[in-house]
């Protein structure tokens, strides 16, 4: 199994719809973090936790809200979709270092 | 500006030749920084990390940091087709006057190795 865990792989939504992006880790770290990447940009950071009780927002948080419901558990959501939040999504987990390691995507278009 | 940044275009090389992938950044305190290699469509994976002055090799692969001009290089000697990936640079992301433990990337640089 994977370390770090992302569900859906891909999802077609429409615009306004709520939907939820989960990711869950089995290596045991306390970092969490959500990023979505779209060409030319990069990686940005949208939600960041480093405990269960401890959640902060990234770069880009407008539009998305997040849930820490275990260690290893980190669930984004977008409230209500619009196109421009069409992109890939990376969960990714850190030691202290911080060196990371992402789940495999989610690749997400909204219409 | 952000805070690391990779403003070449494309980069296209032969095989067997060195590739020198070049990053920027804005924060002179910035202690650490960190190479991703990403397939099309895969996942980032951590290929280097570089937190002092100087050079860092691990096989074919060699990050340079220099703190006073404020960029940090890769270097992929004997280049193989197997390393066409887009190349991100990383480095600490600040928020709220701490860094700690969260990066920022850069746009990335296209690598692709020609036979």
């Known amino acids: 199994d994977a370390d770090v865990t992302q569900t859906p792989r891909n999802r077609i939504t429409k615009t306004g719809k709520r939907i939820m992006l989960e990711c869950s880790q089995t290596?045991?770290?306390?970092?969490m973090y959500w990023y979505r990447q779209d060409p030319g940009l990069g990686l940005r950071l949208i939600y960041y936790?480093?405990?269960?009780?401890?959640?902060n927002k990234g770069e880009i948080s407008d539009g998305y809200s997040v849930s820490r419901q275990a260690q290893a558990k980190f669930s984004l959501s977008l409230e209500s979709a619009i196109p421009n939040q069409t992109a890939l999504y990376f969960c990714a987990t850190s030691d202290p270092s911080p060196s990371y390691t992402f789940g495999s995507g989610t690749r997400l278009t909204v219409v | 500006q952000k805070e690391v940044e990779q403003n070449s275009g494309p980069l296209s090389v032969p095989e067997g030749a060195i590739a020198s992938l070049n990053c920027t950044y804005s924060d002179r305190v910035s202690q650490s920084f960190f190479w991703y290699r990403q397939y099309s469509g895969k996942s980032p994976e951590l290929i280097m990390s570089?937190?002092?002055?100087g050079d860092k090799e691990d096989g074919r692969f060699t990050a340079q940091l220099n703190k006073a001009s404020q960029y940090v290089s890769l270097l992929i000697r004997d280049s193989q087709p197997s390393d066409s990936a887009t190349y991100l640079c990383a480095g600490p992301y600040k928020s709220g006057g701490t860094s700690y433990g969260k990066l920022t990337f850069g746009q990335g640089t296209i690598l692709t190795v020609h036979p």
């Open positions: 570089i937190y002092s002055n």
């Open positions: 936790s480093f405990d269960v009780k401890d959640i």
């Open positions: 290596k045991g770290h306390d970092r």
